[in-house]
């Protein structure tokens, strides 16, 4: 078993023998690279390879090579990177013939754009290193011509920082054991940071090589290739009790998921081998039989027994709570992300720990408008290539819809060519929720009491200059007939209409429900007929933030319209918002915008509070609603001791974690004590027994000087309230001291 921690890698693998890197496009090899100065060719080629089946040629006249830059770094540890304390870097390469004169084959340059590491070859074929003054630091056994070579360099930056180059060549070319390893005896400046890469011929010299499987690590080294690389990968269909995982993948035959509730991954249970499409890369994998509310730490594994554990490349998530039962939680919601962004917005939106993004519509910015479903494959990854969009990923499922430029082009409806090719890539690419139709992506799911009902705005659109009369449908005839029979048999109080088309809107021209009134209006009448209460829309599209209370909006809903994550801002619809919208103009510059929705359910009323923030303003509030459902929870209700026992167990899970409040925190976690080495401790649970969850050991606090008299229990993260309450009895300490608690335990009445 081999541990990958990749931050970058690229492998050189997809594009045809013979054709020139730049227009095949890096990102489908790995991870994009940039290409500087191409003062010669650059070009795939099979002859040669120290790793799979090919690598990539360099023709170089003059300065050529390939770049990594700042913005490929993405976020570490939740800040975004200004770079690399400690870098790791690894090449391959091949040399016809020594240089004829001294050549640098890779230089890393820090924040402030200085030099401050680089590999030279001599003429002699030696190896050294350089660091910020230029000088020669380190020295290696000579390299040998026509021979692939594998090239690792560790460097601490700063003004006392350290490197050390390990030298693999010949038949040890991915071997463990070096052939030389060199470090420096002596502390040097190697300048603030890695920031940027720079790998091939970056000196003036004529030269040709090959170069193969590149990399880049901030944890560890990155050790000899493996023949296939995971791409990237995308969590979705989250239950109370399931999970769902589509990996892309190129060189991999096979491969599984390891699963834990540990974060460092230990323990594992493993889903079976799953075999990648021999076409399009992608596997799915269904985990199911977990425990509700509760956070599960991924990685992939493939065939070669390569675990994918990268911050980019592994991930977590939170099951949901139990169905049906009072919960408390917090999802983005956002859409329209151009494929040139580097998707800031995204990870601060990750960075507010939601149960999950709501992305509703134009994922990327292609327009796919032929039925091709290479070319629909190749605009997903358009999305995935961004470094922060995978970071963000890590912890974040990702539950999506489409809308016009990620279905089938600019203002595409139902008669688009390309909507084959959509349809059966969605369902290869998305690890969607069971779709009830064949030929539309609409869909539903459950968290807590809130039931979302996500449309598919596109598939079925009648052309928006249509005459807007009844034959003139957003959603058609079959899914119109599927909402309507979703929202009737809707047991929960909340119901989340997810619509990727703007629903408070007025204007007939725009491509909104505006233009759909009678298709519109008839909804309305079904849900007041049949007295379906609860109702809120959810919108993308038009590019900003609005709210609205219901007081404008057709029928009476509440509103929400979130977007862009970045684009430009558009103001179309002509609807009138309660809590106004956000840019006031269309002023052509670009916005980083995103949605933030807290449901709060206490078990007689369900409060659903948004807030639009800007991520450009360091997250400021642009524009919020507050709206609250009435809704009783029929917790008292006759269940047998083996119902009580089963939602206990789901929801009140090991390791979670209990706080100590100087008054009633009221499921707010208000209160809580503070100083003296307090800390929150983590619950070990016995199993439920007829309607009674206790701890199975006593917990030790240390506590300040205080009077307090509650507790919380929180999720195993400390961010979602599951539970409070009162002690036994209120406790004094008139010093501090220790507190230990025992016989807790929570009834199911």
Not at 632 to 651: F, I, P, Q
Request: proline share 4%; charged share 15%.
């Amino acid at each position: 078993m081999t541990v990958a921690n990749y931050l970058l890698r690229n492998t050189f693998e997809k594009g045809a023998n013979g054709a020139g890197f730049l227009s095949v496009g890096s990102e489908f090899d790995g991870d994009q690279l940039g290409v500087t100065d191409p003062g010669g060719t650059m070009t795939y080629d099979n002859t040669q390879s120290a790793v799979g089946s090919q690598s990539l040629r360099l023709n170089a006249t003059t300065n050529c090579y390939l770049k990594w830059l700042d913005e490929d770094l993405g976020r570490i540890g939740g800040s975004y990177v200004g770079g690399l304390s400690t870098s790791y870097t690894r090449m391959y390469l091949r040399l016809p013939a020594l240089p004829s004169s001294t050549r640098r084959i890779m230089q890393v340059n820090d924040s402030a754009g200085t030099q401050c590491a680089a590999i030279e070859v001599l003429t002699s074929g030696v190896i050294r290193v350089k660091n910020v003054a230029n000088t020669l630091d380190l020295t290696s056994i000579a390299l040998n011509a026509n021979e692939w070579v594998r090239l690792e360099l560790k460097v601490v930056h700063g003004a006392a920082g350290n490197a050390e180059l390990r030298v693999y060549q010949g038949a040890n070319v991915n071997g463990t054991t070096p052939d030389d390893t060199q470090t420096t005896a002596t502390t040097a400046d190697y300048g603030l940071d890695a920031n940027e890469w720079r790998i091939g011929s970056t000196a003036s010299i004529v030269q040709d090589g090959h170069l193969d499987d590149i990399a880049i690590s901030d944890v560890d080294w990155c050790g000899p290739a493996s023949p296939g690389m995971l791409l990237d990968r995308w969590v979705g269909n989250v239950t109370a009790t399931s999970f769902s995982v589509n990996t892309n993948t190129i060189g991999i035959a096979t491969g599984r998921i390891g699963y834990s509730v540990n974060s460092d991954y230990s323990a594992p249970t493993y889903t079976g081998y799953g075999t990648a499409d021999a076409t399009t890369g992608y596997t799915r994998f269904d985990i199911t039989g977990l425990d509700a509310n509760t956070v599960y730490y991924f990685f992939y594994e493939d065939d070669n027994g390569v675990q994918y554990q990268g911050r980019r490349q592994a991930g977590s998530l939170t099951t949901h709570p139990v169905d049906g039962v009072p919960a408390t939680f917090k999802f983005v919601v956002g859409s329209c992300m151009t494929s040139l962004s580097i998707a800031e917005s995204f990870m601060a939106a990750s960075d507010e720990a939601p149960l999950f993004t709501l992305f509703t519509g134009d994922l990327h910015y292609e327009d796919v408008e032929v039925n091709s479903p290479s070319l629909m494959r190749d605009a997903y990854r358009q999305f995935f290539r961004k470094p922060v969009a995978r970071d963000a990923l890590y912890a974040m499922p990702m539950h999506y819809t489409w809308d016009d430029h990620d279905f089938a082009g600019n203002n595409s409806d139902g008669t688009a060519v390309a909507k084959p090719a959509a349809q059966s890539t969605y369902r290869d690419r998305v690890p969607h929720y069971p779709l009830p139709a064949s030929d539309s992506i609409n869909h539903t799911f459950v968290v807590g009491r809130v039931r979302f009902i996500v449309l598919d705005c596109r598939s079925f659109r009648s052309p928006t200059v249509n005459t807007d009369d009844a034959s003139k449908t957003m959603i058609g005839a079959t899914q119109k007939a599927w909402l309507k029979s979703t929202l009737l048999a809707a047991t929960e109080p909340v119901k989340i209409i997810v619509s990727s088309a703007v629903w408070n809107a007025s204007s007939t021209v725009d491509d909104t429900w505006g233009a759909y009134t009678t298709e519109r209006t008839e909804l309305i009448n079904y849900m007041t007929t049949n007295s379906i209460t609860g109702v809120h829309f959810v919108s993308g599209d038009t590019h900003m933030l609005a709210a609205d209370d219901g007081t404008n909006a057709p029928g009476g809903y509440p509103c929400i319209q979130s977007s862009p994550f970045n684009n430009n801002p558009s103001i179309k619809g002509g609807g009138t918002w309660s809590e106004g919208f956000f840019p006031p103009t269309e002023d052509g510059l670009t916005y980083r915008l995103y949605g933030l929705v807290t449901v709060t359910d206490n078990g007689s009323t369900i409060n659903v509070d948004f807030e639009g923030k800007d991520s450009d303003a360091s997250n400021v509030v642009r524009v919020s609603l507050a709206s609250s459902v009435t809704a009783a929870y029929a917790g008292n209700a006759s269940y047998t001791s083996a119902a009580k026992d089963a939602m206990l167990d789901a929801e009140f899970v090991n390791g979670d974690l209990m706080s100590l409040h100087t008054a009633d925190p009221a499921l707010t976690g208000a209160n809580e004590l503070t100083g003296g080495g307090y800390a929150r401790q983590a619950i070990a649970w016995n199993a439920s027994s007829g309607g009674v969850k206790a701890i199975s050991s006593s917990m030790s606090f240390s506590v300040p000087i205080a009077d307090f008299t509650h507790f919380t229990i929180w999720d195993s993260t400390g961010t979602t309230v599951k539970a409070s309450g009162a002690l036994g009895a209120a406790q004094s300490y008139p010093s501090a001291g220790t507190y230990n608690t025992s016989g807790l335990s929570i009834t199911l009445s």
